[in-house]
């Protein structure tokens, strides 16, 4: 901070002297006020404080006048000592005030032996040491006084020191100095200095605050933005603190005495002469060692030592991996590969795998066909999963290729990532690097004997694996499955579903209806395992027949029977509120409908009586009715 004096010096010196009381404590009492301003902390305050001192030193110069032309009306004997006769008053502008380049004399009385300049630094000497003040003898007719608390340690007697005169009289007459405003002057001067000249400075981080740290320069306090610590991204700020480091002065407010640093800058420029040297001295194709700085998604960058190179995940290893953190760790020495550069962009290219050969190079030698390989499994896919053989050569397995008789949507439903499996080679594509392996050409295909062990119309027991909409497969051992069509359940029930019919899990009896080894199919059949009723039940269900039947269903348009020998009768009617699920009723057969599979029952021939067996308790109040009536009808037709 810069401490301005007062215009007119001299103008209190005389004041302090000659004047009455009461015009010395009105000068004192403005004289403070204008102390209090400039000793202000905040850089801000010190702008406003300096204009309004040497405004109101003008402002003060008019009052004393005023209070002058006062007191000659009293007594007219007393001297103006601020009347324009003694004294030299100009007018100033706000431009005046402000213009720190402007330097000015302070003319004292003759008894004093030394002229001092605005904010000018002076040489004295210490003449004593109190509890609180240190007495300092720069040439004045008293010695100057500076606040002990101004000192680290009380200085020795004789010492020269370099001080800035505060204020000549301070209310008891004294000659107020201060050692902290000299160093901080001097110090500015020198911070200023080395900005023209582009110089670097040397600083200690004192302390972190909001956006950046604190940065002692001895007396003065810089900013060091966050941005400008390191090259690096800075994540631990605490690991700078109470370090020195050399810095470039970046920009100064000479208003507000505001200084910020970076130490960033100073290390760009000493890295990019690192990079440029060590990118001259490059090849392609030459072996360098590096430390691993940084790890991201898509690779990691290496420190050549003043220069970072991009080491790609794909050129990490001949493998397969989903991360570089799973092949490399920060601070890792590493060996690395130069694939290429850029002398303009200063970019390097960098691999690790070609440091080591094409693993697929001889591959047909280390694979041949039908050859067994041991391998892991490091991904899957809806149309199969890849082994890893060796790091860099992987394999896949078709999902066609792992069952000779299963039938497998996913490959997790028989493997899982990690399992160590044994396959066999099938082809090799070395160009495309691609090699196909199966699991099922380890065992016997049990489709080229399914014709002599399974033949047509042979009865089996088998197990119900799996419902689809259109039937059923069953498995006949642990590798042959059989398809039970939903035609072939039932002679005399038209199925809709296989789950109307069966379940999961369930035992069941078939018979061997079609085999195919060329198309891997075998035909299943249940309702096979009995004659087809039809060729007799034409016989039975005859137009006419009077028939009893079970209401199962009833539906939108019609009515649904259990009939004798497992057979459906339906009845078209209108009136299918009169029927209820469970109950029996006499039926009348119209015909029978061999496509349908169902006997077709004639609308008037349905007696509404229902079983003699329930009990008219148990009867619906409507059906006694119904009953009711029709006995009326049939004794009418009697």
């Known amino acids: 901070m810069i401490y301005k004096e007062e215009d007119n010096i001299q103008e209190e010196a005389v004041v302090s002297e000659e004047v009455d009381a009461q015009e010395e404590a009105v000068v004192s009492e403005e004289v403070d006020a204008q102390e209090e301003a400039v000793v202000s902390e905040e850089v801000d305050a010190q702008e406003e404080a300096v204009v309004s001192e040497e405004v109101d030193a003008q402002e003060e110069a008019v009052v004393s006048e005023d209070s002058n032309d006062e007191t000659k009306a009293e007594a007219k004997d007393i001297v103006d000592y601020l009347s324009s006769d003694i004294l030299e008053i100009r007018q100033v502008n706000e431009e005046d005030l402000i213009d720190t380049n402007v330097e000015e004399k302070f003319i004292l009385n003759e008894d004093l032996v030394v002229n001092v300049r605005k904010n000018n630094i002076v040489n004295g000497n210490v003449v004593n040491v109190s509890d609180r003040d240190v007495f300092i003898d720069i040439g004045f007719k008293t010695e100057g006084i500076v606040p002990l608390s101004e000192f680290k340690n009380p200085p020795i007697i004789g010492k020269e020191l370099e001080v800035v005169v505060e204020k000549f009289e301070d209310t008891k007459g004294n000659l107020l100095l201060s050692k902290e405003k000299a160093d901080f002057i001097k110090r500015w001067n020198s911070i200023k200095e080395a900005h023209d000249n582009e110089e670097t400075i040397n600083g200690t981080i004192v302390r972190r605050i909001k956006g950046g740290m604190v940065v002692d320069l001895d007396v003065i306090q810089a900013f060091l933005p966050g941005s400008q610590i390191d090259i690096k991204p800075v994540t631990d700020f605490d690991e700078y603190l109470g370090k020195e480091f050399e810095f470039k002065i970046v920009k100064i407010n000479e208003l507000r005495k505001n200084v910020v640093l970076s130490r960033k800058e100073l290390l760009a420029t000493d890295l990019k002469e690192k990079r440029k040297k060590v990118i001259e001295e490059m090849e392609q194709g030459m072996v360098l060692e590096g430390i691993v700085k940084n790890i991201t998604d898509f690779g990691a960058f290496i420190d050549l030592g003043g220069i970072d190179g991009l080491l790609h995940i794909t050129d990490i290893t001949w493998g397969r991996i989903n991360h570089p953190s799973e092949k490399l760790e920060i601070g890792q020495s590493v060996q690395v590969k130069v694939i290429d550069f850029d002398l303009e962009k200063v970019r390097v290219s960098l691999g690790m795998k070609q440091l080591t050969d094409e693993p697929w190079k ?113 498995n006949l051992n642990d590798s042959i499955d059989g398809l039970l069509h939903i035609s072939d359940m039932s002679w005399t029930k038209m199925v809709k579903h296989p789950n109307d019919f069966l379940s999961i899990g369930d035992e069941i009896e078939v018979k061997i209806l079609e085999v195919s080894s060329d198309d891997k199919k075998v035909s299943l059949g249940v309702k096979q395992l009995q004659e087809n009723p039809w060729d007799t039940l034409s016989d039975f269900f005859t137009s006419g027949k009077n028939i009893k039947g079970k209401a199962i269903n009833v539906t939108s348009k019609s009515v649904i029977f259990e009939l004798e020998h497992d057979v459906e009768g339906v009845l078209n009617t209108t009136n299918k509120e009169a029927f209820s699920i469970g109950n029996d009723y006499d039926l009348t057969v119209q015909g029978i409908d061999m496509e349908a599979k169902k006997v077709i029952i004639m609308d008037d021939g349905v007696d509404l009586d229902t079983n003699s067996d329930l009990k008219d308790e148990d009867k619906p109040a409507s059906e006694d009715s119904d009953v009711d009536s029709n006995d009326s009808e049939d004794a009418s037709n009697n």
């Open 362 to 474: 001889d591959v047909g030698m280390k694979y041949p066909i039908d050859s067994q390989v041991n391998g892991k499994v490091v991904n899957m896919m809806n149309y199969g999963l890849f082994i890893e053989l060796e790091e860099g050569i992987e394999g896949l397995i078709h999902i066609s290729e792992i069952s000779w008789t299963k039938h497998i949507k996913h490959p997790s439903e028989v493997y899982n990532i990690g399992d160590e499996i044994t396959a066999k080679v099938l082809s090799i594509e070395e160009q495309d690097r691609k090699i196909s392996l199966g699991v099922k050409q380890l065992s016997s295909n049990p489709w080229d004997e399914i014709e002599s062990n399974y033949k047509v119309g042979d009865v089996h027991k088998g197990i119900v694996k799996n419902l689809t909409q259109f039937g059923a497969f069953v």
